[in-house]
T-cell receptor, first 113, second 117 residues
């Protein structure tokens, strides 16, 4: 089955700096890669996603890149703000398990003012 | 937007008792719901897929007799933790695909924190 690895597990940045979180997946047939943000004690919220037919997607300060050959995808947050502090999870959906999202282990991002 | 309501948000129970957690899709129909378990500072681990009108599909290592799932209608799925023990203490979250949002875009419930004494 699909296996998703995520790095780093913790990330601290100064306000205004960029943050990058990386994930790799094992199933080459995977075709959907969402990113979720989870604040302490709250539900995960979808912040951006990308499908396998594109290499990059951007939404204001957030972007996601996908390298299908290398089977990895990354989340980029620019001009970070303290409210970006949260745990971020990547996930992957296999083409043959179209009803299951497999999550990475999470990255705790702290943005210091 | 698509909202999943999950109750209770917190529950404390004695060891050996059973606890039921409900998830309702408020403004859309969910033929499928996913149940995840999350230990502190860890990832979301898929426990089972709940299917309206048929049996739930459990992930490897998840005891179906311990974690009873019932998808009673197109808007309601329940997870019952039977004969709960302290090691079952965790954060349980349900999610459902948002119809029309693209394959498998999930919306999550607010989660239920279970503490077994």
């Amino acid at each position: 089955g699909e296996n998703v690895e995520q790095h780093p597990s913790t990330l601290s940045v100064q306000e205004g700096d960029s943050a990058v979180i990386k994930c790799t997946y094992s199933d080459s047939a995977s075709n959907y890669f969402p990113w979720y943000k989870q604040e302490l004690g709250k539900r995960p919220q979808l912040i951006i996603d990308i499908r396998s037919n594109v290499g990059e997607k951007k939404d204001q300060r957030i972007a996601v890149t996908l390298n299908k050959t290398a089977k990895h995808f990354s989340l980029h947050i620019t001009e970070t703000q303290p409210e970006d502090s949260a745990v971020y999870f990547c996930a992957a959906l296999g083409a043959y398990n179209t009803d299951k999202l497999i999550f990475g282990t999470g990255t705790r991002l702290q943005v210091f003012p | 937007g698509a909202v999943v309501s999950q109750h209770p948000s917190r529950v404390i129970c004695k060891s050996g008792t059973s606890v039921k957690i409900e998830c309702r899709s408020l403004d859309f129909q969910a033929t499928t719901m996913f149940w995840y378990r999350q230990f502190p500072k860890q990832s979301l681990m898929l426990m089972a897929t709940s299917n309206e009108g048929s049996k739930a599909t459990y992930e490897q290592g998840v005891e179906k007799d311990k974690f009873l799932i019932n998808h009673a209608s197109l808007t309601l799925s329940t997870l019952t933790v039977t004969s709960a023990h302290p090691e079952d203490s965790s954060f349980y979250i349900c999610s459902a695909p948002i119809a029309g949002a693209g394959a498998n875009v999930l919306t999550f419930g607010a989660g239920s924190r279970l503490t077994v004494l």
